[in-house]
């Protein structure tokens, strides 16, 4: 007699695992109480030499991972696969099999992968070794990176592989970080371009002066002399000579502020990722709103987020407008913060100042009421 649906198929994969073909499975179709749980997806690796089932527990904002025995894993999906998840697939050598219809087909992979386990991800900012990330507050005394701090510093790797292309042909760039705050970012970039063998200055400008001062003792300690941090507002500094000016985070027309600095320095790049909306959002609750978005901008959140998309499309259009190239993604994912859009501008060579995007700037400050915007004296 075949045997039923759950065993056959715990068993298809028991014989995968000791025979050495496994490759991985999925279990799907959840139907839990977790509402956030969508699927495990599962793998073989080596802990301490001994082969484990990994467990990725795929929720809608984040994965959590855990490795168990085989013997165990296999007990654990028993007790999920039927009750909590509706649909498994396993991916062997040899075939592929579908519960609960227990279909054999095609393999779709001829290989195993390697087994191993923590295998360190190639990161720009090293964890140990580097007195800032400990003096910042990142890592511990022994130099790991704290549990409280490990988005941060996912944060701090993904932000250098972001930037880092813009730096290729720069041997001695000049860096202006505006609104530095902590310096979390600014350190890792000065280490990074260090590292990179570049003969890099950075400034921070940060107008709270205990943060001017914590930085600069950091800097001095680390033995960054390339780096430094001044006390001032956005708006003041002359960022004359600055090849990179950078923005996170800087707080309402700050950001533009920002913006017009970069362009005034002629900077070859400018980085921004903004952060609230104010400005915008104030002339578009004054102006009547525009007939086919009056359903939707009635509703205060709705109109909180067209003011954010609305604010950083037009701060795209004032930098193409300038002859920038520009590129807006997200930065980090809003697990992590919900301020997660980059606006990357990159000044190429002969790129001309494009005048479709001026009247493109005119017709969207019309269409949504902004009779005015920090950006209209670049021109």
């Known amino acids: 007699m075949p045997k039923p649906p759950v065993p056959a198929f715990l068993s298809e994969m028991a014989d995968a695992l000791k025979g050495g073909y496994f490759v991985r499975a999925q279990f799907a179709a959840y139907k839990g109480v977790d509402q956030t749980l969508k699927k495990i997806i599962l793998r073989q690796v080596l802990v301490k030499q001994k082969p484990h089932l990994s467990f990725t527990y795929q929720h809608k904002t984040r994965d959590i991972t855990k490795n168990l025995p ?3 894993g296999l007990d654990v999906l028993g007790d999920a696969l039927g009750h909590e ?9 040899q075939f592929d099999l579908q519960y609960p ?6 393999a779709t992979y001829h290989q195993v992968p390697p087994m191993d386990h923590d295998r360190q991800k190639k990161r720009s900012i090293a964890a140990g070794g580097q007195a800032w990330l400990q003096a910042l507050g990142i890592a511990g005394a022994d130099g790991k990176i704290l549990s409280a701090s490990q988005d941060k510093f996912r944060q701090i790797n993904r932000y250098i592989e972001l930037v880092a292309p813009l730096f290729a042909n720069l041997e001695n760039p000049r860096v202006a970080d505006m609104g530095s705050g902590k310096g979390y970012l600014t350190f890792a970039l000065y280490d990074y371009l260090k590292a990179q063998g570049k003969n890099a200055r950075v400034t921070g400008v940060e107008d709270r002066p205990a943060l001017v001062e914590l930085c600069n003792d950091v800097a001095f300690a680390s033995d960054f002399s390339g780096l430094d941090f001044v006390q ?5 500094f002359n960022a004359e000579g600055t090849d990179v000016l950078i923005a996170l985070h800087a707080c309402d027309t700050a950001t533009d502020d920002a913006i017009a600095a970069g362009l005034r320095a002629h900077a070859q790049a400018i980085i921004v990722a903004p952060c609230c909306h104010k400005q915008v959002r104030r002339n578009m609750e004054k102006a009547k709103k525009p007939e086919d978005l009056a359903f939707m901008l009635r509703h205060g959140i709705f109109m909180e987020r067209q003011a954010e998309m609305v604010t950083d499309a037009l701060r795209a259009l004032y930098l193409e407008a300038h002859g920038y190239a520009v590129k807006v993604f997200e930065f980090i994912s809003d ?4 301020k997660n859009i980059m606006i990357v501008a990159t000044r190429g060579t ?12 005119d017709d969207v400050k019309s ?3 902004i009779f005015s915007h920090p950006l209209d004296g670049t021109f």
């Open 70 to 72: 085989i013997d165990a």
């Open 85 to 93: 998840f509706g649909a498994a697939t396993l991916f062997t050598t």
């Open 101 to 106: 219809s227990m279909r054999k087909h095609k």
């Open 232 to 236: 001032g507002r956005i708006a003041d």
């Open 335 to 338: 697990a992590h913060t919900p």
């Open 350 to 361: 002969g790129l001309p100042v494009k005048t479709e995007s001026r009247k493109k700037i």
């Open 367 to 369: 269409a949504f009421g």
